[in-house]
């Protein structure tokens, strides 16, 4: 047998086809890393990054979840990773955000809504990502993979590593706390 007879009876993996992988699977994990980081631009080099680890690690691919659950699995852990080095931190502290949130929550209201509408949805909108913020990373972390990216629990179990009694339980803190938040000033506005 030949080399080339070789090569082309290896069997296909769902990796062969990086192009319609990122065609695929390029916006949602750059909505993670937007939403996680909040900063353009470190969240287009980490998508990138997301996609070239897992071009290096498409042998370690075995199928045992979907090709997005094993995505995201690795842009958490590029999220991890950025957030643990000293320039974060830097950074984080000299400038709060480079996405501002009322870009976000403008293009929740219906357009054919009345202004008053919008405005207050905005303004909700504005507090819910405020204390989404200021979760705990895996909070955090666990609240976006449920509500920004819908996963199912079991594939953010998956993407986590932790069990799932555990996501749900950082689920229910973080909506508990984001909850309770939106309560205070509701009151704080009457």
Not at 43 to 70: E, K, N, P, V, Y
Not at 96 to 119: G, M, N, Q, W
Request: hydrophobic residues 40%; aromatic residues 8%; contains cysteine.
């Amino acid at each position: 047998m030949t080399r080339q007879t070789v090569i082309a009876h290896a069997p296909a993996t769902p990796l062969d086809d990086m192009d319609s992988i990122v065609a695929t699977y390029e916006q949602r994990i750059f909505r993670f890393h937007l939403v996680s980081i909040r900063d353009r631009d470190v969240a287009q080099t980490l998508t990138q990054d997301t996609f070239i680890r897992a071009w290096s690690a498409r042998s370690s691919f075995r199928g045992d979840c979907s090709m997005l659950t094993w995505l995201m699995r690795i842009a958490l852990n590029l999220v991890r990773d950025h957030t643990r080095t000293d320039r974060f931190r830097f950074w984080k502290r000299v400038s709060d955000t480079a996405v501002d949130v009322s870009d976000i929550s403008s293009y929740v209201p219906h357009r054919d809504s009345s202004l008053e509408s919008r405005l207050i949805a905005s303004e909700q909108m504005t507090l819910v990502w405020q204390s989404v913020t200021e979760l705990s990373e895996r909070q955090r972390s666990v609240f976006l993979l449920r509500f920004l990216e819908e996963l199912e629990l079991s594939e953010i179990a998956s993407i986590t590593g932790l069990p799932i009694s555990t996501v749900k339980t950082h689920l229910y803190r973080a909506l508990a706390t984001i909850r309770a938040r939106h309560n205070a000033s509701l009151k704080d506005s009457l």
